[in-house]
């Protein structure tokens, strides 16, 4: 019965100097009052029961280490478990940077198969223009004095118009017929229409729609030179086909 007496004593005194120190002090964060109360009351009750007052005494700074102790666990916990979610937020950003990288690398992707079909598209049209080029030079129709019989040389020569006609269906041909400046303007104006007429029936049986052949007649009007001799009405009396893109007829005209 003593030894409880002297151990609630000791209690009483040991809770007024813990109440003491903690208004010295302002120590007035919750969890370290708690700690020290759990681990000091703890202590001297260890103490009391198995030392008596001395027991209590020292059981008293025992029990304050031990609630310490208690405490760290519960604040490392705690922060164990802000570092697991912290974790999982960097794997989730990391995991939404990952998309946006194959996202980023498909539009890359795209980017560059566009800028090749460009590439590509411009270049078809280059070759086609310079076979366009290509074809209208030289492309006359040339016929012997007087006439409009298309010669053999210059049938083949039409066909080859014929074929990339048909492979070219936006295509259209500006014909234009003359003749030398032998003769009257009269039948040389019927010359040049006569052999513009032949050409264009020539075209339409290989297969050209006649709404795509476009043409005029100048007769003598209009020499490529303006010296006259043999030679050069030789390259009078022709017809002159030029391959036209869309939208080109009217410049032409």
């Not at 005194?13 to 759990?38: F, G, K, Q, Y």
């Not at 760290?72 to 950003?93: G, H, I, P, R, Y």
């Not at 010296?227 to 009405?233: R, T």
């Not at 893109?245 to 005209?253: S, T």
Request: charged share 20%.
């Amino acid at each position: 019965m003593k030894k409880q007496l002297i151990a609630a004593t000791i209690i009483s005194t040991m809770m007024i100097i813990n109440v003491s120190w903690a208004n010295d002090n302002d120590i007035t964060e919750e969890r370290e009052h708690t700690e020290e109360l759990v681990g000091l009351s703890s202590g001297i009750l260890l103490g009391a029961v198995i030392g008596g007052p001395v027991g209590a005494i020292i059981g008293a700074f025992t029990g304050t280490f031990i609630g310490k102790s208690v405490g760290d666990e519960a604040e490392l916990s705690v922060q164990k478990q802000q570092l697991v979610q912290q974790e999982q937020k960097l794997t989730q950003t990391n995991e939404q940077l990952m998309a946006l990288s194959t996202k980023q690398q498909s539009l890359e992707q795209v980017s560059e198969k566009y800028y090749q079909l460009q590439s590509n598209l411009a270049e078809q049209k280059a070759n086609q223009q310079q076979t366009l080029n290509e074809l209208t030079i030289g492309m006359n129709v040339q016929f012997k004095t007087g006439s409009s019989h298309i010669e053999p040389l210059f049938e083949q020569q039409l066909d080859n118009v014929a074929y990339m006609m048909s492979l070219s269906p936006e295509l259209t041909i500006d014909l234009t017929g003359y003749a030398d400046r032998r003769g009257d303007n009269d039948f040389n104006q019927a010359l040049s229409e006569q052999r513009l007429a032949e050409v264009t029936q020539y075209l339409v049986i290989q297969g050209i729609a006649r709404e795509r052949l476009h043409g005029q007649a100048y007769g003598s009007t209009l020499p490529m030179h303006q010296e006259q001799n043999f030679e050069n009405d030789f390259f009078d009396r022709r017809v002159t086909l030029k391959l036209l893109a869309p939208g080109a007829e009217l410049a032409a005209n």
